[in-house]
C-alpha cells in the first residue's frame, strides 16, 4: 500500500504506469488497451482525431483546480472538439508531463477525473505516456472519434442564421470567482465562497462549476449531424467573438450579432451585476464556454429546437450572416459598429501569457 | 515578412497557427486536414494509436537538438511505436507548448523537420493545438496508424528466440557526447566533435544521429506483419534490459540473453574503447536505439533474415525465452547471472530525473 503523499520521484514511472493501467477498463472494440507499443481498436470508416491539453499557469492552478476536476476537463475539452465534429468519441489516449515531487494522489485523483468522464461519455481510454518535467503540470489528451458526416467550420452561407446552445459567460465569471477566493470540491461542490455570502451561493457554484467541469452538449451535436441540419459549427472555446471571426475566415461569410440576443449567462449576470459590471462583456469575449455556434438555414430553427428539446437545451438565434470579407458586426438597436474580438490568445504578451488562466 | 527572431509573444496563437497551417499539405484519405475542431480520415477497420512527448530538460536540450532534428525526432519516436506493432502510420496530430519568449524561428524549424520526416514515413499531419507555457517546450505528438495484425508485447512462448534489429548503444553514446561538447548542424551534419579529434568523426557523427535523429527499421517490421513472423514484439526505446522485461511481464515468460551476442554498436564500442570503457552497459541498459525486440520461434528465423536482407538490416539473435515467471539472466560463457534492468524511468530522483536527457 502505497501512501497516497508520496512523490510520485519515490514510486517511479514503470510502477506509475501499473498503478493507471490496473485501473483502466477494456473499451468495446478495443483490440490492444493500455501497456503496448500503441493501441489498437476497431473503426468505422471516417475517423476523428483531435488534441488539446491543459498546461499548468496556463489553463489551471494546482490552488483552484481539484485534480479530479482536472482529469474531467482535460477530457471535457476534447469531447467538446469531436462533439463539434458532429463526431461520436472512441478512443483517447494521456500524454502526462509530472514534476517529481507530486504526491501520487495527484494522479490517483486526476485519472478518478478522467476515468470518470470517459465511462460518461463512452470513451475508452487506451493508453498514453508519462513523462518527468521540471516546471509546470502537462495533461495532454488525443480523442479519436467517429463521424459519418462531419461538421466543418467552413461551409456555413450568407444568409443563414447564427445559433448558440446554452448559455455564455459563465466559465469566464468562473475564473474571476476563483481569483476571489471561491473554490470548489473535488466532488464538485461549493468550498469556500470567496467574496461572496451564502447568497450568492447558487450563483458561485453554477459558473465555478461552469470553468472548473464544464458539460458541453454532447449528445445534442451528434444528434445534429444525424439529421444534417447544420451547415457548419464549431465549439466556443475561446470566445464567442474570436469563434465566430473563424467561421466567417473559414466559410468566407461576415457575420451580424445582435447584443440584445445573446444568451447572458443568468447567473455570471447576477454576479456581476452586483459588482456594478455588466456579463454582456463575459458573454461576447469569454473563453471556456464549451457551447456549440451553429450556422444554419433558417427554415431548419423549429427541427433544431425540437431536437434540442430533447435535452432541455436552450438554443438562441443570436444573428446572421452575410457575404464576405470575414469580418463582425454587432447591432444594438439602429446602431450596427465593427465588431474586433478580444478572445484569448496564447503566447500574446499583452494577454499576460503563461502567468494565469484564460483571461475572461 | 516576419522576422526570424521575432518572439512568437509578438506574434500571437492564431498567427503563429496560421503559419503553420499554410505549411502543411493535405494528406491521402484526409477529409479534413489541420485547421477545424478535429481531423477527419478514411481509416480501415482497425486504428492503431499511440502517443509520445519530448520535454525539454527531460528528452532535449535547446543546446544540443537544432529544432530541425527535434521535429524529426518527435515524430520518430511515435513512428516506431506504430513499427512495433507491425502498423502502418497514417495520420498525426502535434500539441507544442511553447514559452512565449521563442523565437518564431526555432517552431519553422520544428515543423521543417516534422513536415520532412512526415514525407519520408507516408504520415499526414492532420492538426493539433498550441498552447503557451512558462517552462520547458513540450512537444507531444499523437499518431494514428493501421494494422491488419497488430504485434503485442504479449504473445512470445517458451523456447522461442529473440531477435533484435541494428545496433545497440549508439544512442546513449551519443547522448555521452553531446555533454563532451559534439553538435550535429540542422542538417544532421557534424559541427563540432567537442574532446575527439577529426579521427573519431564517422564514429562520433554516427552516435550523435542515432541519439538525436533515430531512424528505426520501419519498413521491416511492418514487412514483419505481412509474413505473420513474429510472436512478439515491442522497440527498444527504454533499453533493451527493461524492455525486454517488458515482454517477459507482457507474454509471462523468462528470457536468458546471451552476453557474447549483443550486437553491440561497433562505433559506440570504439569511442568507448577510446576512453577505457565497454560499449557493453550501453547496449544493454541504453535508451532510445529504437530497434524492434522480437521472440520468434527459431524455425522462423532464415524468413526473418530474408525479409531483413531486403533493407540490409543486421538482425542478431541475441537469446532465448524459457517459462516464466518473468525474470531475465544474463549467459557469459558457462556463467548464468540474473540481470536486474537499469533502463531509463521517469521521475525516479536517483536518476537524475527533470535535469538531463535520458541516462544512458
Known amino acids: 500500500m502505497i501512501a497516497a503523499d508520496t512523490p510520485i520521484a519515490e514510486i517511479g514511472e514503470r510502477e506509475l504506469l501499473r498503478r493507471i493501467r490496473a485501473r483502466i477498463p477494456q473499451g468495446a472494440g478495443v483490440v490492444v488497451g493500455a501497456g503496448d507499443d500503441a493501441a489498437a481498436f476497431e473503426t468505422g470508416p471516417l475517423t476523428l482525431l483531435t488534441t488539446d491539453c491543459l498546461v499548468e499557469g496556463v489553463h489551471f492552478r494546482r490552488a483552484w483546480s481539484p485534480p479530479r476536476l482536472l482529469g474531467r476537463k482535460a477530457l471535457t475539452v476534447n469531447l467538446s472538439d469531436i462533439a463539434a465534429m458532429a463526431g461520436v468519441p472512441r478512443h483517447a489516449t494521456v500524454s502526462l508531463c509530472l514534476p517529481g515531487d507530486l504526491p501520487v494522489s495527484f494522479v490517483d485523483e486526476l485519472y478518478d477525473g478522467l476515468l470518470e468522464r470517459a465511462a460518461e461519455a463512452g470513451v475508452a481510454l487506451v493508453g498514453g505516456n508519462l513523462s518527468a518535467i521540471s516546471g509546470p503540470i502537462v495533461v495532454d489528451v488525443a480523442l479519436v472519434g467517429q463521424a459519418d458526416r462531419p461538421l466543418r467550420r467552413s461551409g456555413a452561407r450568407a444568409g443563414e442564421i447564427l445559433v448558440v446552445t446554452g448559455t455564455l459567460g459563465a466559465a469566464a ?3 474571476g470567482l476563483l481569483s476571489q477566493g471561491a473554490r470548489l ?82 447567473y455570471a449576470a447576477s454576479l456581476e451585476r452586483a459588482q456594478g459590471r455588466d456579463a454582456f462583456r463575459l458573454a461576447l469575449h469569454g473563453a471556456e464556454d464549451y457551447q456549440q455556434l451553429l450556422a444554419i438555414a433558417s427554415d431548419r430553427l423549429e427541427a433544431l429546437r425540437d431536437i434540442a428539446g430533447v435535452w432541455d437545451l436552450p438554443v438562441t438565434v443570436i444573428g446572421q450572416l452575410a457575404p464576405g470579407p470575414p469580418a463582425l458586426w454587432l447591432e444594438r438597436g439602429e446602431e ?23 483571461r475572461a
Chains 1, 2 share one sequence.
Open 336 to 358: 450596427l459598429t465593427p465588431l474586433v474580438p478580444d478572445s484569448y490568445e496564447h503566447f500574446r504578451s499583452d494577454r499576460g501569457h503563461g502567468t494565469s488562466a484564460p
Open 173 to 175: 465569471a468562473g475564473l
Open 185 to 266: 470540491s473535488a466532488e464538485g461542490q461549493l468550498e469556500a465562497t470567496g467574496i461572496w455570502t451564502a447568497a450568492s451561493a447558487a450563483a458561485v457554484l453554477h459558473c465555478l462549476r461552469a470553468q472548473l467541469d464544464p458539460a458541453p452538449p454532447l449528445a445534442f451535436a451528434r444528434a445534429l449531424a444525424e439529421h444534417d441540419l447544420a451547415s457548419a459549427g464549431l465549439d466556443v472555446s475561446d470566445g464567442l467573438s474570436g469563434d465566430l471571426l473563424e467561421l466567417c475566415r473559414e466559410s468566407d461569410v461576415s457575420a451580424r450579432l445582435d447584443a440584445a440576443a445573446l444568451p447572458v449567462d443568468p
